[in-house]
């Protein structure tokens, strides 16, 4: 062999080792799809602590989670970590929505990490995630959802997004920063007659929110507008040059996992589903409370998703009056708790998340209607017509 | 220049090419130590939304996060992501405790990632931290803490783990999932005077809870020891082969959520820091309550520790009556909200944390004393006699 098919050969060497070296940096440690979820109790085994579910008779059939798809529109402090725990309990498909780029400014949150700076949120996500549980299908979709052109792609992804072949998503969970984003996302969801949950993290960075929106049932996000959308006011002149949000790991990731567990308790039909959870960390406040439809809701939609419900609900309500028997405390609950009842007001009981009194910044900008006691337990909260400063920044903090 | 002067070159190339690589792979992406935490509202400043808490009133001097020492014992589900949250918060140093090794069936829970599976759990998430924030310092600790050689080195490690040369570490957060363990940070901290966090999630995954103990102050570990401990039962003889407990992500990142929300609290000094804060996921339910301590409790101690808080609380309970000025709604409470309030019992009221109902599984051992109303606030929870395998089990899942 001559000197220079030696060092022909060397480089060859050489060239092997560096293709490596790149598939390495790709798939470093990545394991093997699944392809049937498996409650086998042995340590290489992702599933066998979710499949427990069943056996403890928690959940019925933990599988059917991989029939589920979900959308999650904002990447960032609540949806990564939203995005993460769905892929470790092993969702069927997520879409992610958002536009924004990682950056080091971003660390004092879980999920992203400093050399991810400079990626697309979606991108970056994507990565990790496929990486964590290959056996989860990623969509990302990088653009403003908000924009004429993109409002029209993100409609069709969503309601043709889920797992059988032109049928919708099974969930859209909003964790944006901003009323644009979330009034864009109610009203796709109005139009599609899509059940999802608004979440949101105050400007302070000690409270948040969820809020599980149900078109006709429940208020649409239109029919109690905060005051900074009732009196169309641009948010972004509310926000000041060089001032920016307080955020923590933790208010984001108990938000994620409020939102997250609500999730799970929807799809897979368990336990009871909260309308509205808030969390108030300074002293571990949690009120919880349900939000009727607005009559006069501005959205169209909302108002056709209202006419349909009362349609359908009338002669059910009619013919069976709910009774406690049919809210029965849940069957694993060993320890004589008593749930949370939402019609404690019609007992003559009062707690601060069910009197009329405004809870977290939350506050509407139309006059209630009357009361109607129903038997759905649900209950409104009387608005204000006091439109000032203090109220528009109470209300920006509590988002 | 020859043809072999050419392929010399190109092996040059490749060869610094190669190195390269290699050093990527160990720190691509690190950042930089930061001296000084900076409140700059720039996109590439770590530590601009925390500082931002000092902005919006929350706290006071943020910085001082750097002078804190935290032991997280047990490095699983909550402890994990415990340590990432304080690692992203800037904490000034974490001393990590763990004999476990990562394995693929820890996937279900946020965290560690397939790649680490077959590596000790304190040292993948030594990398993973550092590799976060290089700002904190990490110390690790693998072995089992209740073993009688390895007592004295976890004693030692907390006695003297604080930044300050010599001192304690300035809290212990136990993310355990056994009672042996429990007890044996509870003797520590009993010995040492040190304030520590219990943490647990349920065998079926649905709750959680956190429990803030302070020697002499409030009640310890063996003061109300579940039954499995007074009756002293060796708990591994109640778990059955070829069986695990059910776990999900979104109940342990709530749990860790809420102890280190809580552990901020304390070491930053902002809000009020919860006794006891529990999470029932089938319901959104948090229960609070506070725990007095046994005067009989069986670890000396205790009782010396409760002695001496006695006698430092007793002339300035006496002189000064503790009444409503003293714990004003937070200044940043622009909501008008209420905070709960630990002596309704008192004024006639209860909830469901405030009754002598059994909450979250808990059992107390010993016929609790007969109630001294004190001002203090704390109340005590009644015992029962009824012991029986049901018992044990509820026990067990409460964990």
Redesign the interface.
Known sequence: MS??EE??N??AE??Q??DQ??Q??VQ????QRIEKMSAE??????????M??Q????VKEYERIRDKAVAVVGVGGVGS?TA??LT???IGKLILFDYDKV???N????FF?????GLSKVEAAARTLS???PDVCIETHNYNITTVESFDKFLYAIAKGGLISGQPVDLVLSCVDNFEARMTINAACNELGLNWFESGVS????SGHIQFIRPGETACFACAPPLVVAENIDERTLKRE??????????M??T???L???T??YLLN???V?DY?GY?????????MTLKPNTDCDDSHCQAKQREYQAKAKPILEEQPITDEENPV?E?????????DDNAEDQGEST?AQTN?????LRHSFEAPPTQKQSSGAHTINSTENVDL?DLM?QM??M
């Not at 660390?107 to 879980?110: A, F, K, T, Y």
């Not at 990490?113 to 700076?117: E, F, H, L, R, Y």
């Not at 108030?280 to 919880?288: C, E, M």
Request: hydrophobic fraction near 40%; proline fraction near 4%; charged fraction near 20%.
């Open positions: 000197a220079v060092l022909r060397k480089i050489l060239k080792e560096l070296q790149h390495n940096a470093i440690g990545a394991r109790v042995v340590d290489s085994n992702p599933y066998s602590r979710l427990a579910l056996r403890m008779g928690i970590v993460d725990m470790r309990c092993g950056e080091l400014a660390m004092n949150r879980l990490t400093p050399d991810q700076a990486f964590i549980n400007e302070n960075a000690v060089g001032v920016c949000a307080a955020s923590l790991p933790t208010t990731g108990i994620a996992g409020m997250v567990q609500n799970l308790k368990f336990g009871q909260s959870l108030n960390a300074l002293n571990d406040y949690f009120p919880k849940h694993t609950n060993e320890w004589g708790i008593e749930l949370t601060p009194e405004v809870a977290f910044g203090d109470a903090k509590s």
